[in-house]
């Protein structure tokens, strides 16, 4: 019986780590890239989210503040309609030289769970510019992780969450598979 309760314990486990794996909507790309250094101020903020976000009011933002704390972006950021992975928010074009830190929030349409996080660039004429770290979590699926590339024109979805929650499932029935094995009824 020991070894049936233990054997269950590592499957939940394994399960939970698997499901919180693939739990949260969080940022692949972002551009202005994490810690970039701009000569030219951004039009926007844009980020390429690992899955697609839940339609829910106010659940799905971006807001840019300076390095006072002061928001300077002056409407909320918006999911796009045609790849619900992608969100962005216009900054103005008045943007100060200064350094900036982007807060952002999201909510997994896969499950709902929420998660946020930030991100900075400083936009200097007077500084070397720097593209900063335009991917933030690489593709899963063997797409181009060179951060140099513009990945957010694409409309395109990775099917990430799909594939991750495959192989879990896969992993799960082939530790259920080797348990009734070990432990199921022995035939002589």
Do not use: C
Request: net charge negative; no cysteine; hydrophobic share 45%.
């Amino acid at each position: 019986m020991k070894n049936v309760l233990a054997f269950v314990s590592v499957v939940a486990v394994a399960l939970g780590a698997a499901t919180m794996a693939m739990a949260h909507a969080e940022p692949a790309r972002v551009q202005p890239g994490d810690g970039a250094v701009l000569n030219a101020p951004p039009a926007q903020v844009t980020m390429i989210m690992s899955q697609d976000m839940a339609r829910q009011a106010g659940a799905n933002d971006i807001v840019v503040v300076d390095s006072a704390g002061k928001a300077v972006t002056q409407v909320a950021a918006t999911v796009d309609n045609a790849d619900r992975r992608k969100l962005a928010v216009p900054l103005p074009p008045s943007l100060a030289i200064g350094a900036y830190t982007v807060l952002w929030k999201t909510l997994s349409a896969d499950d709902g769970d929420p998660a946020d996080g930030t991100t900075t660039f400083t936009y200097d004429p007077a500084l070397p510019p720097s593209p900063g770290k335009e991917v933030l979590r690489e593709n899963l699926l063997g797409g181009s992780s060179d951060s140099t590339a513009s990945p957010l024109t694409s409309g395109e979805s990775s099917g990430t969450s799909w594939v991750l929650f495959a192989a879990a499932a896969i992993g799960v029935a082939v530790i259920v598979a080797g348990g009734v094995f070990l432990f199921g009824p022995k035939r002589s």
